[in-house]
């Protein structure tokens, strides 16, 4: 079966510093990964994926992700917070086969302190 | 490109009575699915439709149900309306299946009374 966890519910980071939202997954075959981020009120944004090659995925807004195999982790990183950048972060995955489905996470909110 | 949209934004029910929810999706796009968002359980998967059919479900009861037009276009339907069916019910397209992502609606705020 497939699931992700993100072990923090909540992540406080100050404006300019760097951050980092885990996520660890399991799946069956090989994974692609996704990071989605939703603001108040709103539909859930595509951020990134990881399909194959590089481990180091960039995406919008100045964020990315690192995909790492043995540690089944795809953890979503940006070098310098904003303020704007507060909001509900999930990562999901998908197994490499027509049976399977999206899986999301339980999300991590993330506050980015001025 | 116009985003994925969903009707109504806000409803509100009665226990027992039935509701409808509409998807429109990214032009193009062929796979429509459905999710329900509640503070307590998070995101959970409803159903995934593709080509008009079908393709994955969800832990739901059959009271949840759906369908897909040959525009792509997607309906959900819940048939008698329990309190805990409050959520935010968000709709996802993407271009095809498995290694595409999916772009979301704003989602369909229902209220159970």
């Known amino acids: 079966a497939q699931s992700v966890a993100q072990p923090e519910d909540q992540v406080n980071v100050a404006e300019g510093n760097p951050l980092t939202v885990k996520c660890t997954y399991s799946v069956s075959g090989n994974p692609y990964l996704f990071w989605y981020v939703q603001y108040p009120n709103r539909g859930l944004q595509f951020l990134l994926k990881?399909?194959?090659?590089?481990?180091l995925v960039k995406g919008s807004y100045g964020f990315e992700a690192e995909f790492n195999k043995s540690q089944t982790s795809f953890h979503l990183k940006k070098p310098s917070a904003l303020v704007s950048d507060s909001a509900l972060y999930f990562c999901a995955v998908r197994g490499d086969n027509y049976g399977q489905n999206f899986v999301f996470g339980p999300g991590t909110r993330l506050s980015v302190l001025p | 490109k116009a985003g994925v949209t969903q009707t109504p934004r806000y409803l509100i029910k009665t226990r027992g009575q039935q509701v409808t929810l509409s998807c429109s999706p990214i032009s193009g796009h062929r796979s429509v699915s459905w999710y329900q968002q509640t503070p307590g359980q998070g995101l959970q998967f409803l159903f995934e439709?593709?080509?008009?059919?079908?393709?994955n479900k969800g832990n739901f009861p059959g009271r949840f149900s759906g369908r897909q037009f040959s525009n792509s276009r997607s309906e959900m339907n819940v048939s008698t309306l329990e309190l805990g069916d409050s959520a935010l019910y968000l709709c996802?397209?993407?271009?095809?299946?498995?290694?595409?992502?999916?772009?979301f609606g704003p989602g369909t705020r229902l209220t159970v009374t």
């Open positions: 990881y399909i194959t090659g590089d481990n």
């Open positions: 996802a397209s993407s271009f095809d299946r498995v290694a595409y992502e999916q772009y």
């Open positions: 439709y593709f080509s008009e059919t079908q393709r």
